[in-house]
């Protein structure tokens, strides 16, 4: 049993960073009411920027040609820790500090202003929802479970809830950044890789993939995990993974609609909501703990 969970994981582990983005991308066209693009999109553009060399600036140094690859490889790391759980969730901030650090250094090594808008925004949202990321992966690393109750299942979405406000944050998406906009007044991803091209924007592509795949999977099993659903007492982790990636699907369709109807906010509001999401967790928290 224990060896065909895991080959299941491996299926898992390959196929949904290809069609998690791709659900995102056809949910979000659909809503609008458009065809969309196919949902192997991404794949198809990784696969075509991956035949192309990349063309680097006059300023371009050790960032542009390291950068790249060490966000990628922490971004699989990450990938793989929230699929096959084999460490602690605790060290993803540090891989995620470590591919901030990356981006920054390359945003800023390429000399472009937009390099310098991205980051100082990148900063502000690093900022404001690290401390709710790094909370609520402490809560997943416990052992703390929600009763199967209204209270209970009450408490769960209002932390859940919090949880996804800082994912968004993290992905990029609305309201904090939106990837349709291509304005220099709304971009903060997308400024600081305007000057990536050929294999070097395809990793970074590849990495913002499997960025969406890990926080989808980690918000699931934080909530599965965490809530004393009866299909838990079987045991055998093949149909609680199944929840947990089936789930992972259906918040894919949500973020697509989400992304399709909903605006980025001003810069001021970010740190207010973060910072009343922030205190909103720990009071929630002490509630829970009551």
């Given at each position: 049993m224990e060896l065909l969970n895991l080959f299941i994981l491996i299926i898992y582990f390959i196929l949904f960073p290809l069609f998690l983005g791709g659900i995102i991308r056809k949910i979000r066209a659909r809503a609008q009411g458009r065809k969309g693009p196919p949902i192997l999109q991404n794949l198809y553009d990784f696969l075509r920027l991956w035949q192309k060399s990349p063309i680097d600036g006059p300023n371009s140094a050790f960032f542009a040609e390291n950068a790249p690859v060490t966000i990628f490889i922490s971004s699989l790391i990450i990938w793989s820790i929230a699929t096959f759980e084999w460490s602690s969730v605790l060290i993803v901030p540090f891989f995620l500090a470590l591919q901030r650090m990356c981006i920054l250094g390359f945003a800023?090594?390429?000399?472009?202003?937009?390099?310098?808008?991205?980051?100082?925004?990148e900063l502000l949202l690093a900022i404001c929802s690290e401390p709710i990321?790094?909370?609520?992966?402490?809560v997943a690393q416990s052992k703390l479970e929600v009763g199967f109750s209204w209270m209970g299942m009450i408490m769960g979405c209002l932390f859940l809830g919090a949880f996804l406000v800082a994912i968004l944050g993290e992905i990029a998406k609305p309201p904090f950044d939106d990837p349709r906009t291509h304005l220099e007044l709304t971009m903060v991803h997308e400024a600081m890789l305007l000057e990536a091209s050929g294999r070097t924007l395809a990793y970074f592509e590849a990495a913002a993939?499997?960025?969406?795949?890990?926080f989808l999977i980690l918000l699931m099993r934080v909530g599965v995990e965490h809530t004393n659903f009866f299909f838990r007492k079987i045991g055998d982790g093949i149909l609680e993974n199944f929840i947990v990636f089936i789930g992972a699907v259906f918040l894919a369709v949500f973020l697509g609609y989400w992304e399709a109807r909903s605006v980025r906010r001003k810069w001021i509001w970010v740190p207010e909501i973060m910072g009343m999401t922030f205190l909103f967790l720990l009071v929630l928290g002490t509630l829970i703990k009551i």
């Open positions: 800023m090594e390429t000399g472009t202003s937009f390099g310098g808008l991205g980051t100082s925004r990321l790094i909370m609520s992966l402490l993939q499997l960025k969406i795949a890990t």
